[in-house]
């Protein structure tokens, strides 16, 4: 070995942690000294085979560590004279034996018994570790898990070179380093599987949090100590379950301390508690308190999650929902500890000015993320998140916004508060001040511009609204060096964008990609996810040669080796034609047409693949389980709802989901049908739709805001593209449009994050508006995206607005042409500093500029029919 470099005696081992070296204290956490005994044994017959001087000091009442070997020198110390003198033996032996000799200690749990003290057992590793670094020793120490303070056991990893988790599962043993020093690999911080010649990393998400939760490890091993009130309560309910009388929770006392917990950390809307008091258990309580950061509530995500996967649970019969959902293992930032980080870092009147602000514009919401990035947390949340980072080890995670109003009942907020990716590769010092930056651009996002619009237009400006974080391990598995998950979207209870009078709307949809569901939710990219109606699956909203276009063709990931959430080429993503079960997600373009394979083995190369799912639908039970789970959470929530998903193909071919978000959904006002009104003279259409989602009939409408296609395809400037969005917001917030009432047209697709596919604009930009148009010019690229299942469709849906798409070359659309291009821009007379956008950007007072005619939208959902006329 390389010099400095020392075996463990195990290659295994060597492999994982790149050798030992002198210096190294080595601290094995375990449940039973004979795991401690497994490592302990290998590593004195190896340092005796290399010449080394090895001494094992003997001091504990447990049997010993290490059997009788030829060249080990056993010392005895008695602890029983306390901590200094014995302390002081040891110093004296370990100075007089000098330089690179190998030590192994009895258990330092032991010591415990006989001081009475974590503290005085971590003053002796504090002082005892670095004199054996001092000397380039190697040593081995153990301590039984769950045997002492989160506090001693800080102090011995800060002060260890390595500490080092061994539990087991299953019969089987599993490691799990939790500090390297010096030394680093991307795997190195996983749990890994003990089976000879190699140990293996769990890497998928599934199996990796199956694996934790069967390990019977404290997820949390630092805890504040609290005298709040849901504490007691908490400890109350601890004291009835250790003796026994919670079987029945139904029992008077048992059910309402039980209620008064859940209230405490749940919520209090009422239909959340029907929905806890019916599914969720005491059990379900006591996990959440036990991965709860600092103290609050959890928020409507979590909530939702929760709520969800025990409502799937409950139910018997077949599917059986324990066989399919995937393990869960988050944690849960209480909501108390967004507002102490507010006070404690001076952001709390920040957050009282900008939410009783008129508007925040973009640039000042830059300065209150940096703010916030400044920000610092208390030591004992600091603790805290260590625990978390050392439990999923070098897994990839997400924190997620679960505010207070979140995903409740009558308030979605889709998509305006932040969810941030933490690829968390690195050394635990990097993950860590990665996990706080995310954390910290969280909070921050309860004040950015579009959550705060929101809020005020559905009047809860001055609500109790504070912000949880959902910790979620990432779902997925590596391929090569980037890590996603097999599929992953969004679906729907009820199908509002039936596309033909053969699917049952009732059966619900579902809107899936391949890789992050990023793509699903956001409207990124000239790219389309798979529309599926759940009754009838096999069915698209296109055909034939279309179908390609009208495919996902980047896939959202975490690339390992850059340590980033990126979008990478799908051509790049399965080169090699390497990644399972590829032939059910995938087709073969032949002539210009997907043709589904016909065997697993894929002659072709990566650039003739075209995502169409196909055989997943046909040779699956996918459609048929996601179904059943939509019919199950409907009936139980009693309303139609939306979920957020993962899943993935296991080893027996079986469909494996993991349920990641569960809201109620609100349907537009009106599904159908509306009677389209006949013989209106041809010079009074505006223009027709062929295809709608949302319906019903407008009050008169004052102004018309058109961005013409052609027009902005012919802009040049990107920063020009990029400003119209602000134009946009601004003439949404002017007095006179918000009382007037306005319809936008614009090319594409409104609030693309490619401006070349449409107008870059956000909630707030759009909010007052009454109907919303997109309208194509497929030569351009400008395609507008039946975006049904969105955060931007939800944001239409929520505020009643009417969405429509508009095919000016579809032979059964209108758009009159003529009308636009004759009435007068009024742009700079609602305002004077955007005449520079003139040519771009056109405003029509209706009334003021036609002899006081109103603009009115009649839209009808079910037989996908709009028009726009003068009124």
């Known amino acids: ?77 008695n602890p029983h004279s306390g901590f200094d003198a014995f302390s002081g033996i040891l110093h004296q032996i370990i100075e007089a034996e000098g330089r690179e000799v190998f030590y192994i200690f009895d258990s330092l749990s032991a010591l415990v018994v006989e001081w009475a003290t974590d503290e005085l057992l971590a003053n002796f590793f504090q002082v005892t570790c670095p004199f054996l670094f001092e000397l380039d020793t190697v040593a081995y120490f153990a301590l039984t898990r769950g045997r002492h303070s989160h506090g001693a056991v800080a102090r011995i990893r800060d002060t260890t070179q390595l500490l080092l988790d061994v539990y087991q599962v299953k019969g089987e043993m599993y490691l799990q380093p939790l500090k390297v020093w010096d030394r680093y690999s991307p795997q190195m911080f996983l749990p890994h599987v003990m089976s000879d010649p190699v140990w293996t990393p769990v890497f998928g998400s599934g199996e990796a949090a199956a694996l934790s939760a069967s390990a019977g490890r404290k997820p949390l091993q630092f805890r504040e100590k609290s005298i709040a009130p849901w504490e007691s309560v908490y400890q109350r309910l ?34 959340f508690n029907r929905l806890v008091d ?87 919401f830059a300065e209150v993320e940096k703010r916030f990035l400044a920000g610092q947390f208390s030591p004992e949340i600091l603790e805290q998140f260590r625990d978390v980072l050392a439990y999923f080890g070098q897994a990839p995670i997400i924190a997620r916004s679960s505010s207070l109003l979140e995903d409740s009942f009558g308030n979605a907020f889709a998509g305006k508060y932040h969810s941030e990716y933490c690829a968390n590769q690195g050394t635990p010092e990097e993950r860590l001040e990665a996990f706080l930056r995310a954390v910290k651009l969280v909070y921050a996002s309860a004040l950015n511009p579009d959550a705060l619009t929101y809020r005020r237009a559905r009047g809860l400006g001055e609500s109790d609204e504070q912000m949880a974080i959902l910790v979620q391990r990432v779902s997925g598995m590596p391929c090569k060096q980037y890590f996603f998950p097999t599929l992953a979207g969004v679906a729907f209870s009820r199908n509002l964008y039936a596309w033909t ?37 096999g069915l698209r909203p296109e055909t034939g040669g279309r179908i390609a276009k009208y495919s996902q063709w980047e ?98 071919g079986k469909v494996r989901i993991n349920l990641l978000q569960c809201r109620p959904m609100r349907l537009p006002g009106t599904t159908g049908p509306v009677a389209i009104p006949e013989n209106i003279p041809r010079e009074r259409v505006l223009f027709r739709s062929t295809r709608t989602i949302s319906g019903g009939i407008t009050p008169p409408i004052r102004y018309l805001l058109y961005i013409d296609s052609a027009g902005y395809g012919a802009i040049d400037s990107p920063e020009v593209k990029k400003s119209l969005g602000r134009v946009v917001g601004r003439i949404n917030e002017h007095p006179d449009v918000a009382r007037g009432r306005i319809l936008m047209m614009g090319p594409g697709r409104w609030g693309s994050s490619n401006i070349d596919l449409g107008v870059n604009a956000t909630y707030a930009d759009i909010n007052n508006t009454a109907v919303l148009v997109e309208m194509a010019r497929e030569e351009a690229g400008q395609v507008p995206e039946v975006s049904y299942g969105t955060h931007f469709f939800l944001d239409l849906v929520e505020a009643n607005i009417i969405y429509l798409p508009v095919y000016p070359g579809d032979p059964e659309a209108e758009f009159n042409r003529e009308v636009f291009e004759a009435l007068p821009n009024v742009l700079e007379n609602l305002l004077p500093d955007m005449g520079r956008f003139r040519d771009f950007v056109r405003v029509f007072d209706l009334p003021a500029t036609t002899g006081g005619l109103y603009a009115r939208v009649v839209a009808d959902p079910q037989s996908q029919r709009a028009v726009c006329y003068l009124n």
């Open 555 to 652: 896939v959202d990931l975490i690339d390992l080796e850059r340590n980033a959430f990126t979008t990478r080429p799908l051509s790049e993503v399965l080169e090699g034609r390497d990644y399972p079960n590829l032939d059910l997600f995938v087709s073969l373009m032949r002539d210009g047409y997907p043709a589904d394979p016909w065997t697993s083995r894929l002659e072709t190369t990566t650039e003739e693949l075209v995502l169409t799912f196909n055989h997943l639908l046909a040779r699956t039970d996918f459609v048929r389980l996601i179904g059943e789970m939509l019919r199950r959470l409907e009936k139980a929530y009693g309303q139609p709802l939306d979920t957020e998903f993962t899943a993935a193909i296991d080893a027996g």
């Open 278 to 364: 019916t599914y969720i258990t005491l059990d379900d309580l006591f996990a959440i308190r036990d991965r709860l950061i600092g103290s609050g509530r959890i928020g409507g995500k979590a909530a939702g999650m929760l709520i969800a996967r025990r409502i799937l649970q409950a139910e018997p019969g077949e599917p059986d929902f324990t066989e399919v959902l995937e393990a869960h293992d988050s944690f849960y930032i209480g909501s108390d500890v967004f507002f102490t980080f507010l006070v404690n870092n001076d952001l709390f009147r920040l957050r009282l000015q900008l939410s009783r602000a008129t508007r925040i514009s973009h640039e000042e």
């Open 238 to 271: 601890m004291q009835y379950h250790e003796e026994g009388k919670d079987r029945d929770e139904k029992t008077p006392e048992v059910a309402a301390l039980k209620q008064e917990l859940s209230r405490m950390m749940i919520g209090t809307h009422p239909e």
């Open 501 to 537: 009078n053969r699917i049952d709307p009732t059966q619900g949809m579902i809107r899936l990609v391949f890789g992050l569901g990023t793509r699903a939710v956001n409207r990124v990219g000239n790219d389309y996810p798979r529309m599926i109606a759940v009754s009838h699956p």
């Open 1 to 77: 070995m390389p010099s400095g470099i020392v075996t463990s005696g195990l290659s295994a081992l060597d492999q994982v942690l790149q050798g030992l070296r002198l210096g190294d204290n080595v601290v094995w956490q375990v449940d039973r000294l004979d795991d401690y005994r497994h490592f302990a044994e290998p590593f004195a017959r190896q340092a005796i085979r290399d010449g080394r001087q090895t001494i094992y000091f003997r001091f504990a009442p447990h049997a010993p560590i290490l059997p009788p070997i030829d060249g080990l020198e056993t010392i005895a110390v």
